[in-house]
């Protein structure tokens, strides 16, 4: 068993609702607080909802970044080829155990994990002395950028 942490985020229709049903689809053992953050990336649209689950997985790493594909289909998303636009939900695999992957298609931890307070926030909730492989502990990754902002 393997366990990973996915983050979560919905800006348009039901936002809690979705970022909720999305945790038990993927059958989340727990669930962070759900904060309220402005956009990253894209900044003309709607505030996000956003939340970090922790996982624990038989499914290789890229098995379950294909459940969780499947779960933001499933949801509603549809990937129209615009990168940090507005969505429905959005599901990233953060980490998975302390593994390191760069592979076409999946790079764990995540490319912008120390860059988002909103996902570094819910993370530090439910694991803040957890290690990001080659980065520190969640807590020192959430001191760092709210230091730097």
Same mark, same amino acid.
């Given at each position: 068993m393997t366990v990973a942490y996915v983050g979560l985020g919905a800006n348009l229709g039901d936002r809690e609702a979705r970022i909720r049903r999305a945790a038990e689809l993927i059958d989340a053992r727990r669930l962070s607080t759900v904060i309220e953050t402005e956009p990253w990336g894209y900044l003309d649209q709607p505030r996000f909802l956003n939340a970090v689950a922790e996982v624990e997985t038989e499914l290789e790493a890229r098995e379950l970044l294909g459940l969780l594909l499947d779960v933001e289909r499933r949801l509603g998303r549809v990937r129209d080829g615009r990168r940090f636009g507005p969505?429905?939900?959005?599901?990233?695999?953060?980490?998975?155990?302390? #593994?390191?992957?760069?592979e076409p298609g999946l790079t764990v931890p995540h490319p912008f994990l120390?860059?988002? #307070?909103f996902v570094l926030e819910p993370l530090a909730e439910l694991v803040p002395e957890l290690e990001i492989p080659?980065?520190?502990?969640?807590?020192?990754?959430l001191a760092a950028?709210?230091? #730097?902002?």
């Open positions: 969505r429905e939900i959005d599901l990233d695999l953060l980490l998975y155990g302390a #593994a390191t992957i760069d120390l860059e988002r #307070a080659g980065n520190g502990t969640v807590r020192d990754a950028i709210q230091s #730097a902002s």
